[in-house]
Nanobody, 121 residues
Framework: QVQLVESGGGLVQAGGSLRLSCAAS????????MGWYRQAPGNQRELVATITFGGRASYADSVKGRFTISRDNAKNTVYLQMNSLKPEDTAVYYC???????????????WGHGTQVTVSS
């Protein structure tokens, strides 16, 4: 099996920073793109940022200039550095990865269980 486990969530004051990590483990052959999504109460899940194997990143307009996505391919880990946090950033943040499992014939999209980020004012 493949697991994605997020960490680094918590409570932070508005204007503060937080760094999320997501480590993929299990019977992994390779990982292509990875990303972060979030879902706030009453809202739909939205894309936050994605990053390719080669390091090309893209961001939602709402976080552009404040968040930075990065990855360590050797560690099968993706990070999300969140600066200048706002109360509207409060959400459960989910990690995703397009992963080819060892012995499998196709890539599948896997998801972590999420980590809560709460920004107070």
């Amino acid at each position: 099996q493949v697991q994605l486990v997020e960490s680094g969530g918590g409570l932070v004051q508005a204007g503060g920073s937080l760094r999320l990590s997501c480590a993929a483990s299990g019977n992994i052959f390779s990982i292509d793109a990875m990303g972060w999504y979030r879902q706030a109460p009453g809202n739909q899940r939205e894309l936050v940022a994605t990053i390719t194997f080669g390091g090309r990143a893209s961001y939602a307009d709402s976080v552009k200039g404040r968040f930075t996505i990065s990855r360590d391919n050797a560690k099968n880990t993706v990070y999300l550095q969140m600066n200048s946090l706002k109360p509207e950033d409060t959400a459960v943040y989910y990690c995703s990865g397009d992963i080819l499992r060892l012995g499998a014939s196709q890539r599948l999209n896997y998801w972590g269980h999420g980590t809560q980020v709460t920004v107070s004012s």
